[in-house]
């Protein structure tokens, strides 16, 4: 898998700083970034062999996605933490996405760096609160629109794309599917997978697995999206 990631990523003109089974270091003009492999080498391990090329050429025209959309200059975008109490004196921003299972945090991103937001940063930047959550999912919407999925031995679609953002893609899941019954499990921070059939017992064991190995875990369960309901962003 690495030899043939690392061809496919040197062809695009990226060059390799470290590449090992859970991580990639790699840098494009002057930019670097250290991605996770991690949910990639569990693809390659549990799809069929037939799959494996186009999922690396996926994964490393995601790659060169990533490196497109950074900037410089910061951006507000959001994302997604478990729905539990944080009583920090210096807890960030906070807001029930659907209560008791998720809730929304704004962060500042600039570079490789990722700052959440508190209440006093929200308040200094002189915006209202409805202003910065629609610039959060517009400067989502720009670094996701022209992503696909990839599908699974499953069957399943997910986005592992490993840039921190996976699962708040969740905030506009009918971008790409406008009009289904849907089915949406996010185990971690860099997982979303999407059922468009109830979730068999085969999947239920595979999300316990990702939700109990993969790291910033978010949900152990499966969400069900009726075909009429809107992305969870409008909720």
């Known amino acids: 898998m690495l030899d043939a990631l690392r061809t496919k990523l040197e062809a695009k003109g990226l060059e390799i700083v470290d590449i090992r089974l859970d991580q990639l270091v790699v840098r494009w003009k002057s930019q670097e970034a250290?991605?996770?492999?991690?949910?990639?080498?569990?693809?390659?391990?549990?799809?069929?062999?037939?799959?494996?090329q186009k999922q690396i050429e996926h994964?490393?025209?995601?790659?060169?996605?990533?490196?497109?959309?950074?900037?410089?200059?910061?951006?507000?975008?959001?994302?997604?933490?478990?729905?539990?109490?944080?009583t920090r004196l210096h807890a960030p921003w906070s807001a029930p996405l659907l209560?008791?299972?998720?809730?929304?945090?704004?962060?500042?991103e600039q570079?490789?760096?990722?700052?959440?937001?508190?209440?006093?940063?929200?308040?200094?930047s002189g915006q209202s609160m409805t202003a910065l959550k629609q610039e959060?999912?517009?400067?989502?919407?720009?670094i996701s629109h022209d992503l696909e999925p990839s599908v699974d031995i499953l069957g399943q679609h997910r986005f592992e794309i490993g840039d921190g953002f996976d699962a708040s893609r969740f905030l506009m899941i009918r971008h790409w599917f406008p009009a289904e019954d849907l089915w949406i499990a996010i185990p971690s921070r860099d997982s979303l997978w999407i059922r468009t059939s109830q979730?068999?017992?085969?999947?239920?064991?595979?999300?316990?697995?990702?939700?109990?190995?993969?790291?910033?875990p978010l949900?152990?369960?499966w969400i069900q999206l009726p075909s009429h309901t809107d992305s969870p962003e409008k909720l």
């Open 59 to 86: 994964f490393a025209e995601q790659v060169v996605q990533h490196f497109e959309s950074e900037t410089t200059e910061a951006r507000i975008l959001p994302l997604l933490a478990p729905d539990i109490p944080d």
């Open 111 to 124: 570079g490789n760096r990722l700052r959440l937001l508190s209440p006093m940063d929200i308040v200094r």
């Open 136 to 142: 959060a999912m517009q400067n989502l919407y720009k």
């Open 99 to 108: 209560p008791n299972q998720l809730k929304l945090l704004l962060a500042e």
């Open 34 to 52: 250290s991605l996770s492999l991690h949910n990639l080498y569990r693809t390659i391990m549990t799809s069929e062999r037939s799959l494996h």
């Open 199 to 216: 979730p068999d017992n085969v999947a239920n064991i595979a999300l316990q697995e990702a939700y109990t190995e993969l790291p910033y």
């Open 219 to 221: 949900l152990s369960n």
